[in-house]
């Protein structure tokens, strides 16, 4: 059974930085994906960062050159370390994961399976 724990959220001042780790058990999937989404109140859940199996990361256009994904080598803890916050990073985040292929020399993602129940993120101006 696949569990994910977030861990690391808190409240700190704009400019500031934060660590989120999410530990990982029960995913053995060897092609996969793995994201941080965020949920700001009223808004819709979005994708933060992802990071592939085959090493590639993408990040949403909002946290590029401030946020950085990272996945330990035994797949059991993923991070999100985030720097230069603004207010408007305020979110709840989750830590996801899921499965991939490789089709013509290409991954794909599947899709995220699996999700953490939330880290409070509040960034105070």
């Known amino acids: 059974q696949v569990h994910l724990v977030e861990s690391g959220g808190g409240s700190v001042q704009s400019g500031g930085s934060l660590r989120l780790s999410c530990a990982v058990s029960?995913?053995?999937?060897?092609?996969?994906?793995m994201s941080w989404f965020r949920q700001a109140p009223g808004q819709e859940r979005k994708m933060v960062a992802r990071i592939d199996s085959d090493g590639s990361t993408n990040y949403a256009d909002s946290v590029k050159g401030r946020f950085a994904i990272s996945l330990d080598k035994d797949k059991t803890t993923l991070y999100l370390l985030m720097n230069s916050l603004k207010p408007e990073d305020t979110a709840m985040y989750y830590c996801?994961?899921?499965?991939?292929?490789?089709?013509?020399?290409?991954?794909?993602?599947?899709?995220?399976?699996?999700w953490g129940k939330g880290a409070l993120v509040t960034i105070s101006s």
């Open positions: 029960g995913f053995t999937y060897i092609d996969y994906c």
């Open positions: 996801a994961a899921g499965s991939g292929e490789v089709v013509a020399s290409t991954f794909l993602c599947g899709g995220m399976d699996y």
